[in-house]
């Protein structure tokens, strides 16, 4: 591990709680987010775009100053995926932009019942690699695995996928308090999306996908049951996708909905992630390993619109996942900064 050439400050990490305490305060947290949103719905409604952006702007801004726990998460993983060569004002200046760009993309999510296809249209500023990538596989009438990740604004790039023609269905964590994710639900919907539980049997996604329907994943988060690098760190990752793939052939197509300078959107398609079944036990996490780097070659161009807030590698850094890190990785170096107890030079 590189030794900082300076004295690097990064938040450190809290004692783990609970499991049942977390799940108190995440039902609390959403509680407290589903009373927010209804209360502005109606307000943000009013507002043109230009002005619920700068609306946007402030909830984020003000996110950052008052949400000090997931701050802290946000620069500790800055800090494990960039080490000493993001410094630590860089962090922090980054991190606000994250809050700031979270806070936008919920004012459009709030908004997106006015949306028509001429409206979302106007906050498009152009699409990359749709025509080429996604285009020719709808042609052929085979499923898409559309995947993405929290970064952007995904919920965007679902509706513009449905508008030009092909018809979605996102698989979805459920929150765990019930009013909000019916009114999730609700707005998705609305949109012509088809929604999944994120539980839901793996049959109903096979169903959908053998039939030429086509579904959209966010395989970003701290679960599944694979490790494999993410910003050269291990990382737990579903290996969900690559599995659907080598069952059903379906095309594997990473693609997102960028946020530009004026807060329209560019629509990012890569190509397809070659997902070939060798014979080996280790094909789905080769296969998701492609997908993480993917993801992270368009983290590393807009790394100030990925959801750091996430405690992405906690599972990885479970002593239980300790012996199933692949070789060639130091452990107790980037546990040590993950934890946030590194990089003292």
């Known amino acids: 591990m590189e030794q900082a050439t300076a004295k690097t400050e990064v938040p450190k990490r809290r004692d783990d709680r609970d499991p049942a305490d977390r799940l108190v305060r995440r039902r609390l947290w959403q509680r407290a987010v589903f009373a927010l949103l209804l209360g502005m719905t109606g307000y943000v409604h009013r507002l043109d775009r230009r002005k619920a952006m700068r609306l946007g702007e402030r909830l984020g801004n003000i996110a ?12 500790r993983s800055l800090y494990l995926a960039y080490g000493d060569a993001m410094p630590r004002a860089e962090r922090e200046a980054m991190v606000r932009r994250v809050f700031v760009n979270f806070g936008k993309s919920l004012i459009d999510f709030i908004r997106a019942p006015l949306l028509t296809p001429e409206s979302l249209n106007e906050i498009v500023s152009g699409s990359e690699g749709f025509e080429e990538h996604v285009r020719p596989v709808m042609a052929q009438g085979k499923a898409i695995i559309a995947l993405t990740g929290h970064i952007g604004n995904w919920e965007i790039l679902a509706r513009w996928v449905v508008s030009q023609g092909l018809p979605l269905t996102v698989v979805a964590r459920d929150p765990e308090d019930a009013a909000l994710g019916a009114y999730l639900r609700r707005l998705r919907e609305g949109s012509g999306l088809g929604i999944l ?55 594997m197509i990473p693609g997102y909905a960028i946020r530009q300078p004026d807060d329209r959107y560019h629509m990012l398609f890569l190509p397809p992630i070659p997902a070939e079944a060798t014979g080996s036990a280790n094909d789905a996490e080769r296969i998701m390993a492609g997908v993480n780097n993917a993801l992270e070659s368009v983290v590393r161009r807009y790394p100030d619109q990925w959801l750091w807030l996430h405690d992405r590698w906690r599972g990885a850094f479970e002593e239980r996942n300790r012996n199933r890190w692949p070789p060639g990785y130091d452990y107790e170096a980037l546990r040590q900064r993950w934890s946030g107890s590194g990089g003292k030079g």
Do not use: C
Request: no cysteine; proline share 6%.
């Open 64 to 75: 950052y100053r008052v949400d000090g726990r997931h701050r802290r998460q946000a620069e």
């Open 197 to 251: 539980s994120r539980g839901s049997s793996a049959r109903d996604i096979l169903r959908l996908l053998k039939r030429g329907s086509s579904v959209a994943i966010l395989p970003d988060q701290n679960r599944g049951n694979s490790i494999v690098p993410f910003f050269g760190v291990p990382a737990t990752t579903v290996d969900g996708p690559a599995s659907l793939a080598l069952h059903t052939g379906a095309v």
